[in-house]
């Protein structure tokens, strides 16, 4: 149980171009999801946490209006990375609580982001 | 400042041989929770154990272990009887240290890079 998909798992997009990043819940709910990326070598960096029916709350440093959050169901995170460019491409990782407090995340399988 | 720090970037352990990967971290917070990840070359993030800072008994999950030194800030994990499949990057870290943060609000240490030799 408690598992968490994330699509696409890899995607190359031009610069300038919107790339829409999915993350759901497949057999529990959360009204809470985290978005990380992950630089090569390096550890995740939390982005972003994804509220539902909320906006979302971003990190510092982190543009909102380019890593635009949406979690319009308790199943579904989207994040959408607008006007592509080279230095957005990275490793997106999401992740879900089952339940609350100590509950641990699970984490979906990540997307490679590639732009040209 | 939350940090969570590993400071070995690689380590390598003979198989069926054990070792010890190092953590410590840093909150003014009381409820929160520690854990360690694994990330093979798939990259999906494994949960491999995790430790409530209000018990005092160290967590345990098979092969895995830590040595959870409150006082200290330490948070250790032993790996015994090391296997092929073990190799990959460990990330220690925490939840809830962030003051106002939710406990889903992880925070990662840099990573350990384990390699195991047959």
């Known amino acids: 149980g408690a598992v968490v998909s994330q699509h696409p798992s890899w995607v190359i997009c031009k610069s300038g171009t919107s790339v829409k990043i999915e993350c759901r819940s497949l057999?529990?709910?959360?009204?809470?999801m985290f978005w990380y990326r992950q630089f090569p070598k390096q550890s995740l960096m939390l982005m972003a946490t994804s509220n539902e029916g909320s906006k979302a709350t971003y990190e510092q440093g982190v543009e909102k209006d380019k890593f635009l959050i949406n979690h319009a169901s308790l199943t579904l995170s989207t994040l959408t990375v607008t006007s592509a460019h080279p230095e957005d491409s990275s490793f997106y990782i999401c992740s879900a609580q089952p339940g609350q407090g100590h509950s641990p995340l699970h984490f979906g399988n990540g997307t490679r982001l590639t732009v040209t | 400042a939350q940090t969570v720090t590993q400071s070995q970037p690689e380590m390598s352990v003979q198989e069926a041989e054990t070792v010890t990967l190092s953590c410590t971290y840093d909150?003014?917070?009381?409820?929160?929770?520690l854990f360690w990840y694994k990330q093979p070359p798939s990259r999906q993030m494994i949960l491999v154990i995790r430790?409530?800072?209000?018990?005092?008994q160290n967590a345990t999950e098979n092969r895995f272990s830590v040595n959870f030194q409150k006082a200290a800030k330490s948070f250790s994990l032993k790996i015994s009887d090391s296997q092929l499949g073990d190799a990959a990057m460990y990330f220690c870290g925490g939840g809830g240290l962030n003051y106002g943060g939710s406990q889903g609000n992880l925070i990662f240490g840099k990573g350990t890079k384990l390699s195991v030799k047959p």
């Open positions: 057999d529990f709910q959360a009204t809470t």
């Open positions: 909150t003014s917070e009381s409820d929160y929770y």
């Open positions: 430790q409530e800072a209000y018990k005092q």
